[in-house]
């Protein structure tokens, strides 16, 4: 381990903690001052992704996370909602036992996370990753949503409560708008 602002191999430990199957630890260079912070993790056995194409890849936890994010990206999730999404899947896969795991496996589990997660990220990574070829698959998704309860919210308050929210949609449908014959 060296020091990333001095390259300085001289370092103690200020602080260690247990975090999320790790530990976190922060770190002083003996030379620069600098402070960081690293975080351990235990490498569980070697786990291949075997995609479509026949090819097969070690499994890669960050690239899981990066379409997860992109999928999510401006939704109103919860600090941590995606890592913990991340975390179980490959708690998930690990503990199936295999060496080897279809990465339609992987993209099923994803879907089914954010299907109950949040409906515009689920149809956002659905799009990619089902490879919809025209609006009328993409139609079809959205359909089998609308016709599940929407997730709850997770980190969004409701400017209206539920009664009064009905109560004004039920008034638009009663009222025709203004210029519209």
């Known amino acids: 381990m060296e020091c990333p602002y001095c390259g300085n191999q001289?370092?103690?430990v200020i602080d260690s903690r247990d975090v999320d199957k790790g530990?976190?630890?922060?770190?002083?260079?003996?030379?620069?001052?600098?402070?960081f912070t690293t975080y351990e993790r235990m490498q569980s056995a070697?786990?291949?992704?075997?995609?479509?194409d026949e090819r097969r890849e070690e499994f890669n936890r960050d690239?899981?996370?990066?379409g997860i994010r992109k999928a999510c990206e401006k939704r109103p999730l919860a600090s941590g909602t995606i890592e913990k999404v991340?975390?179980?899947?490959?708690?998930?896969l690990y503990r199936s036992g295999k060496?080897?795991?279809l990465s339609t496996v992987i993209g099923d589990m994803v879907m089914d996370r954010l299907r109950g997660l949040?409906?515009?990220a689920y149809i956002r990574f659905a799009s990619v990753y089902r490879e919809f070829a025209?609006?009328?698959?993409?139609?079809?998704?959205?359909?089998?949503?609308v016709s599940e309860p929407a997730p709850p919210p997770t980190s969004q308050l409701s400017l209206l409560d539920t009664d009064k929210l009905a109560e004004l949609n039920g008034s638009r449908k009663a009222r025709p708008r203004a210029g519209v014959r």
Do not use: M, N, P, Y
């Not at 530990?23 to 402070?35: E, H, S, T, W, Y």
């Open 23 to 35: 530990i976190r630890r922060r770190r002083q260079c003996l030379k620069c001052g600098a402070r």
């Open 99 to 101: 060496v080897e795991v």
């Open 134 to 145: 025209d609006i009328t698959a993409l139609k079809r998704a959205v359909d089998d949503l």
């Open 86 to 92: 991340v975390d179980e899947i490959e708690a998930e």
């Open 46 to 52: 070697s786990l291949f992704v075997i995609k479509k």
């Open 118 to 120: 949040d409906h515009i």
């Open 63 to 66: 690239k899981l996370l990066t």
């Open 10 to 12: 001289e370092l103690k």
